[in-house]
């Protein structure tokens, strides 16, 4: 048991209880352990934060998630709408080629009919002019 010491076996070989040394390393003891413990508050409260930050980031991911979702169902409906406002164009533009093309027949059948009419008046007048001749 060389390993193991009493006071008594220190006493005139080292520094003594209470001495000026012992009290600069309680000084030194204090100071480290008030130390750590600043440490320790100061490292919960970044923990703290941390967490906090985690959990706004987590949030934001899931706020942009959604975004994207909307943005992406956004995006389909325009898409489909163009298709529907496209097919409704190119039907209004058949519609109106087709009337333009009944005005001109219609125009065409008014003037033929107004022509016939006008050789009708002429062969009335004519025929008339026979029935006075012939009274």
């Given amino acids: 048991m060389s390993n193991v010491h009493t006071l008594k076996d220190i006493k005139n070989r080292g ?11 309680e000084k030194k003891l204090r100071t480290a352990i008030d130390f750590n413990s600043e440490i320790t508050n ?3 409260k970044l923990q703290a934060e941390i967490s906090e930050y985690s959990e706004r ?3 934001i991911g899931n706020k942009i998630s959604q ?8 995006r389909s409906q325009l898409i489909s709408e163009r298709k529907s406002h496209s097919e409704s164009q190119r039907e ?10 009944n005005i001109k027949m219609l125009k065409r ?7 016939a ?3 009708n008046k002429v062969q009335i007048l004519s025929l ?3 029935i006075r001749e012939l009274e």
């Fill in 117 to 119: 009419s006008s050789v």
């Fill in 57 to 59: 980031e987590e949030d």
């Fill in 42 to 44: 100061f490292n919960e």
């Fill in 15 to 25: 520094h003594r209880l209470g001495s000026a040394y012992e009290q600069d390393l």
């Fill in 67 to 74: 975004l994207n979702v909307s943005s992406t169902k956004v």
């Fill in 128 to 130: 008339e002019t026979k």
């Fill in 92 to 101: 209004l533009e058949a519609e109106v080629k087709s009337l333009k093309s």
């Fill in 109 to 115: 059948e008014a003037t033929l009919a107004q022509k």
